[in-house]
């Protein structure tokens, strides 16, 4: 029931938000802006999207010590199918991650689980080292709007940065035993019923166990944000390469600051990241750049469509690698539920 809800609520979010994202765009307008787009720059964002993809594998390998001897392969299929079922579940490729990987190479669930937190926070502090390059050092585009939306976004994007480093030190202090941050987590535990809080404090110590890349070495370390900085960069020539197909004239920095906005949108849980991701783009390139209406949901529908494909074939492909349907993926996901 629970599931269902969510899943009617998400349904009816996405809706509203492609609405406001598209509301006064005329039709003929949309079809003609996607018709005139350049073909050229199109192929390369699906290429480079599943490229991202490898990337996205190799660096699940270093933040994941236990996974340091696992194929880049099998790594590539499990990524794939997580991200495919997030088109469909919101959050389900964060459970079934974590428990592909268990299954193949036997390590366990709640390990791999603090590996995706690690993940999102890591790939969340190099969004805004890339937003922090575009404000404070790489020039402005003449086509930038300077108004309360940047002056509220450079506030937002401080405490957010703050915050996120805030999670990753807290994150690393965990793995000292008997330092504060442990100290504060049994006190927490403490706090809960004994037969309860002993069933927790076996999945803490799991999920501590899942820490370990923080004690990695420096090169280790230097190489996990080599990567991730590839990764971003990656997927602002994706963005970039889309904005040329369209022919808007912005530089390529530009994209850092529209992936801000959809690293927003995208976070809202609905199906397919539908709405979230069309509004916050269409927003990025109306309010900051100028671009009309229609040729921005225009360029968010192709954008959206080019990056959701290539998981979605893929990520179909690996499924059956993997000995699972997708009422089977359904059902994993919803017994992982809190």
Known sequence: MKSAFRLTFGVALAALLLWLATRGVDSAELVAAMAHARPLPLILVVVITVL????????????????????????????????????????AGEILRPYLAARRYKVGVSAGLASIILERLIDLITVLFLLALYMFVLPRPATERSDVIMTTLRAGAGLVFLVALAGLVFLGALRVEGGPARRLLDWILGLLPRSLGMKVRGLVDSFISGLDVFGSSPAQWARLMAESLLLWVGIGLI????????????????????????????????????????????????????????????????????????????????????????GGMRQLTQRAEP
Request: charged fraction near 10%; proline fraction near 5%.
């Open 52 to 91: 991202m993809y490898v990337v996205r594998a190799m660096r699940w390998r270093l933040l994941f010590p236990p996974l340091r001897d696992a194929s880049i392969f099998d790594l590539f299929g499990i990524t794939n199918i997580g991200f495919m079922a997030g088109l469909f579940i919101p959050r």
């Open 239 to 326: 963005v970039h390469m889309n904005s040329i197909a369209f022919g808007f004239e912005i530089p390529f920095h530009s994209a850092f600051l529209i992936i801000a906005f959809l690293t927003v949108g995208v976070a809202i849980p609905t199906p397919g990241m539908v709405g979230g991701f069309h509004a916050s783009y269409t927003l990025a390139l109306t309010a900051i750049y100028g671009v009309d209406q229609g040729s921005a949901v225009a360029a968010g529908l192709v954008l959206h469509a080019l990056q959701s494909l290539p998981v979605l074939i893929l990520g179909i492909a690996f499924l059956g690698r993997e000995g699972l349907s997708f």
